[in-house]
């Protein structure tokens, strides 16, 4: 039987690369999504990926009754649990809307669960639950919290919250998937990330410049302590991310209880090496400056990844070409993101 996933916010960035995952993989995929940050085009777009219909409700996770009717009226087997606010910067500006739309929206969620029966989930972490003092590499079993932002501390709320909810309900079953740094688009160049008004990320504002959307990239401090002073992540494909939802979906089927997993490369590249790695890969140049250090940001952080490995046998095989590629590719073929066009069938 096909099993039935919902996901929420499937309309985004990593929603959408995961619904062509979920839908390769044998899935049936229902979408949940507000678009407050995305278009609907992006779930046309999926469709012609895939050649498979993806059913959409418009809709805010906040909204009990409508979850309740798409649970049951589709026989939801699991959820899939992107739907929420992201912006770090913002997230200090609108603290309640953040914690509204991220803690009250996943408490919503549970509660449409229990009552309807469906008892698995994979949630969407990050690698920010570590906090400000953890040691590099991020392993899973290093102690949460200490975040230094709501955004942050809303995604460590909702790990707690799931925990205690696990503890309680010996059949629930949820994988906290703590991402690293989610880059590229498919390969298509049909879905990529598309944001609204000044990227905050790296990777959005590179493209962005190279398209001649913006005039130059400001790096954020280069007299950290790495090799070459700009700060590193551990920037992985969202094609390898969104494959690592359905192996975590496999994984939770017969599982009991929460269990956390980073999805990253576990290898740490520099503002600097993408910025020349993306020039490689479009043959554009990006001219930047150096600017002040953004405020918070930590100098270094990656995934100790060997646990999504060796439990879900997971790995991100693309390497940084790929996703400079992909990018680029992404760009070029919708310099406006999706807004360029009203609809499409
Ligand atoms: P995104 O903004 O592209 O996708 C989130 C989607 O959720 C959007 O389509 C938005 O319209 C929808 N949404 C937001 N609030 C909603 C609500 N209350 N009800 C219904 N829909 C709602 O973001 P993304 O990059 O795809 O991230 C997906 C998830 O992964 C988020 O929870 C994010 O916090 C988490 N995450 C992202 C990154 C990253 O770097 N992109 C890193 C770690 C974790
Ligand atoms: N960064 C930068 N210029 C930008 C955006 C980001 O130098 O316009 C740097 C930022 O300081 C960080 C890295 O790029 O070191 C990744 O930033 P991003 O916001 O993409 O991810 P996060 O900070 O969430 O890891």
Redesign the pocket.
């Known amino acids: 039987m096909v099993r039935k996933v919902l996901v929420?916010?499937g309309?985004?960035?990593?929603?959408s690369h995961t619904l062509v995952a979920l839908q390769e993989a044998g899935f049936e995929a229902v979408v949940?999504?507000?678009?407050?940050?995305?278009s609907e085009i992006a779930l046309q777009r999926v469709q012609r990926i895939t050649g498979k219909p993806v059913r959409f409700y418009p809709?805010?996770?906040?909204d009990r009754r409508l979850l309740d009717q798409i649970l049951t009226e589709n026989k939801i087997h699991s959820v899939i649990h992107?739907?929420?606010?992201?912006a770090v910067g913002e997230s200090s500006q609108k603290p309640i809307d953040y914690y509204q739309?991220n803690v009250a929206?996943s408490l919503v969620l549970l509660e449409a669960m229990q009552e309807a029966g469906v008892k698995r989930l994979v949630f969407?972490?990050?690698a920010t639950v570590y906090g400000s003092e953890a040691p590099v590499p991020y392993v899973e079993t290093l102690q949460t919290g200490n975040t230094s932002n709501p955004y942050g501390t809303s995604?460590w709320m909702v790990e707690q919250i799931l925990q205690d909810a696990a503890a309680a309900n010996q059949e629930l079953s949820v994988a906290l998937l703590r991402?690293f740094?989610?880059v590229g688009a498919h390969p298509s160049g049909l879905i990529g990330e598309d944001p609204q008004g000044i990227p905050n990320?790296l990777l959005p504002y590179i493209a962005q410049v190279a398209v001649g959307k913006r005039k130059e990239l400001s790096i954020f401090g280069d007299d950290y302590p790495t090799s070459d002073g700009t700060c590193l992540r551990d920037y992985l494909h969202v094609m390898d991310l969104a494959i690592g939802h359905v192996r975590a979906l496999e994984w939770i089927e017969d599982k009991v209880g929460t269990e956390a997993f980073n999805l990253g490369t576990g290898r740490g590249i520099s503002v600097l090496e993408i910025v020349r790695a993306f020039e490689q890969a479009s043959g554009v140049p990006i001219p930047y400056t150096v600017a002040p250090r953004r405020a918070g940001d930590l100098p270094a952080f990656w995934a100790d990844a060997s646990k999504a490995k060796s439990e879900l046998g997971w790995v991100a095989d693309l390497g940084l070409e790929q996703m400079m590629v992909d990018t680029w590719r992404w760009q070029r073929e919708n310099p406006q993101g999706y807004n360029a066009t009203h609809s499409e069938s």
């Open positions: 929420t916010g309309a985004g960035y990593i929603g949940i999504d507000s678009l407050c940050n995305s809709g805010d996770i906040r992107f739907a929420g606010l992201k739309s929206g969407s972490s990050s995604k991402y740094n989610p990320n």
